[in-house]
């Protein structure tokens, strides 16, 4: 039997969507590639006739939009409940699949039932850790622990009964193996994928500095607006967000910062390369994309020193850390720019160096065959 891979979609999440938040050609690429390795690909997604939409740009991908086969309820728990009978709906259908994935933690019960239906491997992908990242964001008391019991309930069940588990770093894979009962043989640690551009040499003489990636509290911008409020310097935005929290930083911003918007994940690295200094300032990250667009751009990265970033930014090396205050941020910036162009070229070259060897495409898909396999 070929291998034939299902992909099931983040719970209530739709091909459609993917495409609005400018997703869907970088999530889809890695299976292109299988495909071309012989690989059969299916996707569960919980869209409606409109994902039969994108057909052309899947090439090859076959899908299964939830809606079209069932009707979908307006009433939020009766569609949740419903999903928990999606496995058996499908049983026939899905008979040539040899392996199931995750997309995402959240809709896990789907893929874990089906396992057991039409008995087939599961890999349970978690590029964001559900526990974890809902413990560290929730602010009342319901969310902290009924929520979070939940979610715990939900990865113990997960993790136990997948025959592989799918983390995108080390911090992660330290965190679940403290908290469940996981044998370490059955993770795989597989970062998220890039496609490589050529190597670059970078005029530094232009002090324009990026942000690129969501906007939203995590990412602290707040700290970034009021530095760079009272500098000298230029610091463009890109980015999607909550359209009331967006404007509200726009507010206490000055001229020198201009928000761009959002931008499909196809410009993204064409973007990055027009700048020289690449920022981010997040209290805390999983698997930071932008910020390995950045390092794989060549562009020279400063960034906070906090969990996900220094686990891929060796300070003075590939790119430089900072400390959360302004203190730090400041005497950061200014060692950056105060530095010759030919140790910028250096920190240049050794970033895109570690991208390679760690996001191409390539090595990625090396690592989700053997996974499979």
Not at 212 to 228: A, P, Q, T
């Amino acid at each position: 039997m070929n291998n034939h891979i299902l992909l099931t979609f983040t719970y209530g999440v739709s091909l459609r969507r993917w495409n609005e938040l400018y997703l869907l050609s970088r999530e889809i690429l890695i299976y292109k590639k299988l495909i071309e390795k012989g690989f059969q690909v299916t996707l569960l997604t919980y869209g409606n006739s409109s994902d039969f939409d994108f057909l052309d740009e899947l090439e090859g991908i076959n899908i299964i939009p939830v809606y079209t086969l069932i009707k979908r309820p307006s009433n939020t728990l009766f569609r949740m409940i419903q999903s928990f009978f999606i496995p058996f709906m499908l049983k026939k259908r899905l008979r040539s699949i040899t392996h199931i994935k995750t997309n995402q933690m959240n809709g896990a019960w789907v893929a874990i039932i089906l396992k057991y239906v039409i008995s087939r491997k599961l890999i349970v992908r978690c590029g964001y850790e559900l526990l974890w990242n809902s413990w560290r964001e929730s602010k009342g008391i319901f969310d902290k622990y009924i929520i979070c019991l939940i979610y715990y309930l939900l990865e113990f069940f997960a993790f136990s009964c997948a025959d592989k588990i799918s983390l995108t770093n080390f911090g992660d894979k330290e965190f679940i193996q403290k908290r469940y009962p996981v044998n370490k043989k059955k993770i795989s640690i597989i970062r998220n994928f890039l496609s490589m551009p050529k190597k670059r040499n970078i005029n530094f003489n232009d002090k324009k500095f990026v942000y690129l990636g969501r906007i939203d509290k995590r990412k602290n911008l707040e700290m970034l607006i009021e530095y760079f409020s009272h500098s000298s310097l230029l610091l463009d935005i890109y980015g999607y967000g909550e359209k009331k929290y967006v404007n509200s930083l726009k507010k206490t911003s000055s001229e020198n910062i201009c928000f761009k918007g959002g931008v499909d994940n196809k410009h993204v690295i064409e973007i990055l390369t027009s700048y020289s200094y690449f920022l981010m300032a997040s209290f805390f990250e999983n698997n930071p994309k932008a910020l390995m667009e950045a390092m794989a751009a060549g562009v020279i990265c400063i960034a906070s020193n906090t969990f996900g970033v220094k686990e891929l930014i060796r300070d003075g090396e590939t790119g430089f850390l900072f400390n959360l205050d302004s203190e730090s941020l400041d005497e950061c910036i200014k060692k950056v720019i105060a530095l010759s162009h030919e140790e910028l070229i250096k920190v240049s070259q050794a970033s895109q160096r570690f991208a390679k060897e760690n996001f191409s495409i390539e090595s990625v898909l090396t690592k989700e065959i053997e996974l499979y396999n």
